[in-house]
């Protein structure tokens, strides 16, 4: 199994700050690398899609970037309602493993 | 608007069965690829089962032979049985849709049901 690692583990900023998040994979997964947002008690979110497409209604403050094994999420200004927890996903091979998340919380 | 309903959850002893459902709507859900995701308390997440249109079916080490995947496409209904129950079984289950294709990623979920497994 593909082996996905995020980076860092949590973090704190204040609203509008630029926030990265990297999720690296143990081979090769081409762009085949997804983002997902949780909020406490709620079902998770696409976000972003093989690598840096952005889904449907998300907004463009967050993006993605990278391919082969190494991946960032961005958000170029945080806003109150981004404090949540960020999963990495591949979808180069089954089973479709996920990062451990990376928790960005208010500073 | 896609809408992913699940239902079944709830407290079983270590051993037991439960069977999850969830109810599709808002899309064909005949057309689409479905998956089982798990996330146990204060946990990441884990994919666990999923089934093409045609009933193909895939599993996670951690549930194979003891969870079976199941859909009725004319009730557009998706279901989860699962056997032999472990502690560590204890999740948040979520339907997810599959949006199908190499590279596949999930754009829908369900809010999730929680099966809790404890004596």
């Known amino acids: 199994d593909i082996q996905m690692t995020q980076s860092p583990s949590s973090l704190s900023a204040s609203v509008g700050d630029r926030v990265t998040i990297t999720c690296r994979a143990s081979?090769?997964?081409?762009?085949?690398l997804n983002w997902y947002q949780q909020k406490p008690g709620k079902a998770p979110k696409l976000l972003i899609y093989?690598?840096?497409s952005l889904q449907s209604g998300v907004p463009s403050r967050f993006s993605g970037s990278g391919s082969g094994t190494d991946f960032t999420l961005t958000i170029s200004s945080l806003q109150p309602e981004d404090f949540a927890t960020y999963y990495c996903?591949?979808?180069?091979?089954?089973?479709?493993?996920f990062g451990h998340g990376t928790k960005v919380e208010i500073k | 608007e896609v809408q992913l309903v699940e239902s079944g959850g709830g407290l079983v002893q270590p051993g037991g069965s439960l069977r999850l459902s969830c109810a599709a709507s808002?899309?064909?859900?005949?057309?689409?690829?479905m998956n089982w995701v798990r996330q146990a308390p204060g946990k990441g997440l884990e994919w666990i089962s999923y089934?093409?249109?045609?009933?193909?079916?895939y599993y996670a080490h951690s549930v194979k032979g003891r969870f079976t995947i199941s859909r009725d496409n004319a009730k557009s209904s998706l279901f989860l049985q699962m056997n032999s129950l472990r502690v560590e079984d204890t999740s948040v289950y979520y339907c997810?849709?599959?949006?199908?294709?190499?590279?596949?990623?999930?754009?829908?979920w369900g809010q999730g049901t929680l099966v809790t497994v404890s004596s």
């Open positions: 997810v849709r599959d949006s199908g294709g190499k590279g596949a990623y999930f754009d829908h």
């Open positions: 808002g899309f064909s859900f005949k057309n689409y690829e």
């Open positions: 089934i093409s249109s045609d009933s193909t079916k």
């Open positions: 081979q090769s997964i081409s762009s085949y």
């Open positions: 093989t690598s840096s």
């Open positions: 996903q591949q979808s180069y091979s089954a089973p479709r493993t």
